[in-house]
T-cell receptor, first 112, second 114 residues
């Protein structure tokens, strides 16, 4: 069965610091990849997605992610975080075309 | 354009009861999937419907069921509720085909079983 690993459960950083969240998945075939964000008290929102093409994907709010097929990874990055980026971030993989498998999530706390 | 609408937002039920949750997808989205979110297990896939047919199902007991109507609205039902069914139930809709593939989530229904 497909599995998704997010290695950092909690990340604490200061404003203006750079952020990188790791995501690895287990499926060896064709996958669609997603990063979602859940702000406190809000619903899941799509940050970015990768289906094919350029492995460097740009999303909303200055986030980007890089798909490295050989490493089964899809890491999320942001060069300079803001306090408003405090949230929980979820990596998700769709290998069946109609089902998302989520990682366990990473709680990010940005200190002002 | 309206997002994914889930009703009700909150529910409190007693063990042994049953519950029905509703999801209205984004207009034009024909795929609807359901997920359970708990602090311990995270986000887990329940099932997915497309054109009134269940195409995929997660590893949940038969007490969890769903259906989709011809207008793409979906309901999920949980019978014989257990305390462990307390969770946030999320619905996501997706546009299948060119330009699609992303999943838009609703705000969820928070179910508390007492």
């Amino acid at each position: 069965a497909q599995s998704v690993s997010q290695h950092n459960h909690h990340v604490i950083l200061s404003e203006a610091a750079s952020l990188e969240l790791g995501c690895n998945y287990s499926y060896g075939g064709t996958v669609n990849l997603f990063w979602y964000v859940q702000y406190p008290g809000q619903h899941l929102q799509l940050l970015l997605k990768y289906f094919s093409g350029d492995p460097l994907v740009k999303g909303i709010k200055g986030f980007e992610a890089e798909f490295i097929k050989s490493k089964f990874s899809f890491n999320l990055r942001k060069p300079s975080v803001q306090w408003s980026d405090t949230a929980e971030y979820f990596c998700a993989v769709d290998s069946a075309g109609n089902k998302l498998t989520f990682g366990g999530g990473t709680r990010v706390l940005v200190k002002p | 354009k309206a997002g994914v609408t889930q009703t009700p937002r909150y529910l409190i039920k007693t063990r042994g009861q049953q519950v029905t949750l509703s999801c209205s997808p984004i207009s034009g989205h024909r795929s609807v999937s359901w997920y359970q979110q708990t602090p311990g297990q995270g986000l887990q896939f329940l099932f997915e419907y497309f054109s009134e047919t269940q195409r995929n199902k997660g590893n949940f007991p038969g007490r969890f069921s769903g259906r989709q109507f011809s207008n793409s609205r979906s309901e999920m039902n949980v019978s014989t509720l257990e305390l462990g069914d307390s969770a946030l139930y999320l619905c996501a809709s997706s546009l299948i085909g060119p330009g699609g593939g992303g999943y838009t989530f609703g705000s969820g229904t928070r179910l508390t079983v007492v």
